[in-house]
């Protein structure tokens, strides 16, 4: 059974780095058949997708976000981790990590989310 | 960019059928797939590549992609089915979400 888990700081300042990893069991971070995905959900709206990384390193970004995010794969350790830089309250959200499957571009396993609150 | 667009609330009465459209720029041409969240929870993926469903899922839920829009369909709904429902497409190497529908059963 696959299963995700978000780890991090659930409050960071304001214009610091957001920093969380995603830890995978019972599957490979360096599979080709997957991508490995960030997703956020600010409180009370929708979902927002914000990058993806493949085994590879290819990595590929929200457009409104990609100034400020970096991805990134620990294959030693079965982990992808997301850095948000200069972070403002508007980025408070449940941040999920998810898997995402080449064949078809579709989210087969989400973590249970983790929620990161910017305030001072 | 791309944009999916889904109506806000969708009510259904106990036992009926519900259906929930997801509309984009020649959406035909794409997979679009559906992810159901309940309060509190993770989203959980009920549809994908426009009408299969992954193991678990029941058979009331199912969906179709026709061109103009694409629909989620619930029938005989029951309590449980109350969520918010999203429906998501792969577009220019990113992954896009439409803005959620929340589903009442009434």
């Known amino acids: 059974q696959v299963q995700l888990q978000e780890s991090g700081p659930g409050l960071v300042k304001p214009s610091e780095t957001l920093s969380l990893t995603c830890t995978v069991s019972g599957g490979s971070v360096s599979s080709g058949s997957y991508y490995c995905n960030w997703i956020r959900q600010p409180p009370g709206k929708g979902l927002e997708w914000i990058g993806s990384?493949?085994?590879?390193?290819?990595?590929s970004y929200n457009p409104s976000l990609k100034s400020r995010v970096s991805i990134s794969v620990d294959m030693s350790k079965n982990q992808f981790s997301l850095k948000l830089s200069s972070v403002t309250a508007a980025d408070t959200a449940i941040y999920y990590c998810?898997?995402?499957?080449?064949?078809?571009?579709?989210?087969?396993?989400w973590g249970q989310g983790t929620l990161v609150t910017v305030s001072s | 960019s791309y944009e999916l667009t889904q109506p806000l609330s969708v009510s259904v009465a106990l036992g009926q059928t519900a259906r929930i459209t997801c509309g984009g720029n020649?959406?035909?041409?794409?997979?679009v797939h559906w992810y159901q969240q309940k309060p509190g929870q993770a989203p959980v993926l009920v549809i994908y590549?426009?009408?299969n469903r992954p193991s678990g899922i029941p058979e009331r839920i199912s969906g179709f992609n026709s061109g103009i829009t694409a629909t989620l369909t619930i029938s005989r709904a029951q309590a449980g089915d109350e969520a918010d429902y999203y429906c998501q497409v792969w577009d220019s190497s990113t992954w896009v979400f439409g803005g959620g529908t929340k589903v009442t059963v009434l």
């Open positions: 590549r426009d009408n």
């Open positions: 020649n959406i035909r041409s794409k997979n």
């Open positions: 998810a898997r995402g499957r080449i064949q078809g571009y579709f989210l087969d396993y």
């Open positions: 990384i493949y085994y590879s390193g290819s990595t």
